[in-house]
């Protein structure tokens, strides 16, 4: 990858720091990806020597990622998705799991980091008889991300809205609600909150973050399944409510319930 685009006329790509360690970047390397550094391989081991569960969570929760989105295409009629803090890609991401059960979805993703901007053409891709296009916007200016997602999304009909491992970013947990609340009264009814984030339920999570955390990266905050249910508040929750992620309509329960990860999360219609 280089900084700067090689042919004329065509945009330069942003500058990445590839000297500190990148949350997005270490989340790749867990899931077997290839978007990473050196740096970021170092600081995995190092966050798994402590809590060797967290290539499991996050399997799990990109897990609950793909059943949910496929739910609401499949089974709640859902043909619009806003994906805030989309990381970078993946296997099936939030267009290819939607647009496999509708081809006509519509999909905006937004995110404001360097290095997804510079994948962001892979994210660009589309059925024919659908849309996906991307915003580079800061969480914290909701107002900002819905009307540059209302250029691609019709806010009139129902949106899901995606908040997949992102609020942990947010330090403080009144904002970081009252950022949700913001952005879900700009849906009509009938649209649904996706929502994941990584709980302090392991006191070897909650370690390993804290010396993640001042490895100077930008910081994560681990806050109870208490506390991620309050991101659902006067909304419908779908069966089973707020859960770890892996329990969330795991896909087969012939043997039993899988195993719980440190990552919770569920999924509300708002009426």
Same mark, same amino acid.
């Given at each position: 990858?280089?900084?700067?685009?090689?042919? $004329?006329?065509?945009?330069?790509?942003?500058?990445?720091?590839?000297?500190? $360690?990148? *949350?997005?970047?270490?989340?790749?390397?867990? &899931?077997?990806?290839?978007?990473?550094?050196?740096?970021?391989?170092?600081?995995?081991?190092?966050?798994? /020597?402590?809590?060797?569960?967290?290539?499991?969570?996050?399997?799990?929760?990109?897990?609950?990622?793909?059943?949910?989105?496929?739910?609401?295409?499949?089974?709640?009629?859902? !043909?619009?998705? &806003?994906?805030?803090?989309?990381?970078? #890609?993946?296997?099936?991401?939030?267009?290819?799991?939607?647009?496999?059960?509708?081809?006509?979805?519509?999909?905006?993703?937004?995110?404001?980091?360097?290095?997804?901007?510079?994948?962001?053409?892979?994210? &660009?891709?589309?059925?024919?008889?659908?849309?996906?296009?991307?915003?580079?916007?800061? =969480?914290?200016? #909701?107002?900002?991300?819905?009307?540059?997602?209302?250029?691609?999304?019709?806010?009139?009909?129902?949106?899901?809205?995606?908040?997949?491992?992102?609020?942990?970013?947010? /330090?403080?947990? %009144?904002?970081?609600? *009252?950022?949700? !609340?913001? =952005?879900?009264?700009?849906?009509? *009814?009938? *649209?649904?909150?996706?929502?994941? %984030?990584?709980?302090?339920?392991?006191? %070897?999570?909650?370690?390993?973050?804290?010396?993640?955390?001042?490895?100077?990266?930008? #910081?994560?905050?681990? +806050?109870?399944?208490?506390?991620?249910? +309050?991101?659902?508040?006067?909304?419908? =929750?779908?069966? #089973?409510?707020?859960?770890?992620?892996?329990?969330?309509? $795991?896909?087969?329960?012939?043997?039993?319930? $899988?195993?719980?990860?440190?990552?919770?999360?569920?999924?509300?219609?708002?009426?």
């Amino acid at each position: 990858m280089t900084d700067q685009a090689e042919n $004329p006329g065509q945009e330069p790509f942003p500058k990445i720091d590839t000297s500190v $360690p990148h *949350s997005a970047r270490i989340w790749n390397y867990w &899931l077997g990806g290839k978007d990473n550094y050196e740096v970021d391989r170092v600081a995995g081991d190092a966050f798994r /020597e402590i809590f060797p569960g967290i290539e499991t969570g996050a399997r799990a929760a990109r897990y609950f990622l793909a059943r949910a989105v496929r739910h609401l295409a499949a089974e709640e009629g859902i !043909r619009q998705f &806003l994906d805030i803090g989309t990381g970078l #890609p993946n296997v099936d991401n939030t267009h290819q799991i939607a647009q496999r059960v509708a081809p006509e979805s519509r999909i905006v993703y937004v995110d404001n980091d360097p290095l997804v901007l510079a994948h962001a053409r892979a994210l &660009l891709t589309s059925t024919p008889q659908g849309v996906t296009n991307y915003v580079d916007a800061d =969480l914290r200016e #909701p107002s900002t991300i819905i009307r540059e997602a209302g250029k691609t999304l019709d806010f009139d009909r129902p949106v899901a809205l995606m908040l997949m491992g992102i609020l942990g970013h947010i /330090e403080d947990h %009144d904002e970081a609600r *009252s950022i949700v !609340r913001e =952005l879900v009264d700009a849906l009509p *009814s009938g *649209s649904y909150l996706v929502q994941y %984030d990584s709980t302090d339920t392991s006191e %070897d999570y909650v370690r390993a973050i804290r010396q993640y955390n001042e490895g100077g990266s930008i #910081p994560y905050i681990l +806050r109870s399944p208490e506390q991620i249910a +309050r991101y659902f508040d006067g909304l419908e =929750l779908l069966e #089973p409510g707020v859960t770890s992620c892996s329990r969330w309509r $795991p896909d087969a329960e012939a043997l039993g319930l $899988p195993a719980e990860v440190h990552q919770y999360g569920g999924v509300a219609r708002k009426n």
